[in-house]
């Protein structure tokens, strides 16, 4: 095939390096991930790639506020009333990657929306972040940030009931039902599915380091090594989570990210692992854990103060409060302490040099940009107020502190009326993100679930 012998102006140096080395490439995936995190766009051939780096591609603006079921919110505002009009779309430099599962040679490159007047559309997921970062630069810091995922591997045929059931071991031609929390074992007869997905990250540049079994019969977390660029370290996740389920579903899995898929089983979570540097590369939670830092202990305070506001952020879908059960290494409050995971805001045992928080109240579920965005925002907020946090719970916070049961509705009218989100993400993202939630909120209660037939139908 020929290639054009120059390249666009707009193509980056790194992305022109990398599509010198796709030379077999025949299509290209364009993705735009939505407020949900699912991923919308274009799958175009590799000679039209140039064209899009150069002059970009339309897409409707509406995408962007798609509900779960795939279909407009027109509460939103981007639907009939703007004509369901088309935005400019361009590549995100540096996200140009292989796709290493595809039975043709392919890549896949990250979009960002534009407004009308050719700006960045401020409601894009991307943008929400990008602009809280802003804020750090601004005060000469910069955010370290690693994602931690957790995921179910189900059977793709769903049990007598139709419910998700675990696959069958290769090894073993049983099904697990043993929860064998870190079991090698585990890993080993799932050797394949990891083996795959760690060749997968290895073409794609994406740094996931450690994979282990989680809490139930078919759970697995797979962890990402740290970046000092955020934005960075959420297209690794987004692009291993894509990753994940296209070689689970190549090797006759399904991969799920649900946050309490199974009703008698851990749920998945999204933990945030972040410190701060400062303008000479000092990390500012460096300390001792009997004297934190004033920053550690404010940034506490902050992601404290802005948890319920932002809880629609973790915990953005219907099931997404199925996990917040007791005694399921699931924060059901916003307490902190140091090296224990029954608290939503856990310092990780470390040398004090690499002292961090691990944010632990999001679900798998989650958007991982406006996850991230939140806990940042808040950690912002909270050293610029010098916010107390209390104490750290030492032992087990279920049963020293007062449990709280989050619901669906509630946080999305505490998102809606937050004065933090606004002022934080903006109110175009408040109004659009809250208003999607509303709608897909309005959805699910329509329906006439399995279990109200079970218990009426015949009894009242």
């Known amino acids: 095939m020929t290639r054009p012998s120059t390249m666009p102006s707009s193509l980056s140096p790194e992305d022109a390096r990398t599509l010198q080395d796709l030379s077999d490439c025949q299509s290209v995936d364009l993705i735009l991930p939505d407020m949900n995190g699912l991923l919308r766009g274009k799958r175009i051939a590799r000679s039209a790639l140039e064209k899009v780096y150069a002059d970009g591609v339309c897409l409707p603006m509406s995408l962007i506020a798609t509900d779960i079921t795939g279909n407009t919110v027109e509460e939103t505002g ?15 430099p540096g996200t140009l990657r292989p796709v290493p599962w595809a039975p043709r040679p392919m890549a896949q490159c ?11 559309f401020e409601a894009n997921p991307r943008e929400v972040l990008k602009r809280v970062l802003a804020r750090y630069a601004e ?9 931690e995922l ?5 059977d793709p045929l769903p049990d007598a009931h139709g419910r998700p059931q675990p696959p069958v071991n290769a090894h073993t031609g049983a099904r697990n039902t043993s929860t064998q929390v870190y079991y090698l074992e585990d890993l080993n007869d799932f050797r ?8 997968a990250c290895r073409a794609q540049g994406i740094p996931a380091d450690t994979a282990v079994a989680e809490y139930a019969p078919g759970q697995f977390e797979i962890n990402l090594k740290h970046r000092d660029d955020a934005l960075l370290a959420c297209d690794d996740a987004l692009y291993l989570k894509r990753a994940i389920k296209a070689v689970a579903q190549q090797q006759g899995l399904q991969a799920s990210f649900m946050a309490k898929p199974l009703v008698d089983q851990a749920g ?7 410190s701060v540097l400062d303008r000479d590369g000092r990390n500012v939670f460096a300390g001792p854990t ?15 103060r802005s948890a319920q506001d932002c809880l629609l952020l973790f915990a953005p879908n219907a099931n997404s409060y199925r996990r917040f059960v007791l005694n399921a290494f699931v924060p059901l409050n916003e307490v902190w302490g140091f090296n224990n995971r029954t608290v939503a805001m856990r310092i990780p045992h470390s040398d004090e040099k690499n002292t961090r928080i691990e944010h632990r109240i999001a679900g798998a579920d989650a958007n991982v940009y406006l996850a991230t965005a939140a ?7 909270g050293i610029e107020r010098g916010y107390d946090p209390g104490a750290p719970i030492v032992g087990n916070a279920y049963e020293q502190t007062s449990i709280k049961t989050p619901y669906w509705r509630d946080s999305i009218r505490d998102f809606m009326a937050s004065d933090f989100i606004a002022a934080q993400f903006g109110e175009t993202f408040r109004h659009i993100y809250g208003q999607q939630k509303l709608k897909e909120l309005h959805s699910f209660y329509r329906e006439v679930t399995t279990l109200e037939y079970d218990w009426y139908l015949r009894s009242v």
């Open 268 to 274: 998945s979570g999204l933990h945030v692992h972040v």
């Open 375 to 381: 806990v940042l925002a808040g950690m912002l907020d």
């Open 139 to 147: 005060r000469g810091l910069k955010p370290v940030v690693a994602v």
């Open 192 to 199: 394949g599915f990891i083996d795959g997905v760690a060749n």
């Open 150 to 154: 957790e995921f179910y591997l189900f």
């Open 110 to 120: 990250l979009l960002s929306m534009e407004d009308a007047q050719g700006g960045m």
């Open 290 to 304: 009997d004297a934190p830092t004033d920053a550690l202990r404010h940034a506490i305070g902050g992601l404290q």
């Open 78 to 92: 981007l639907g009939y009333d703007i004509g369901d009009e088309d935005r400019i779309c361009r590549p995100v």
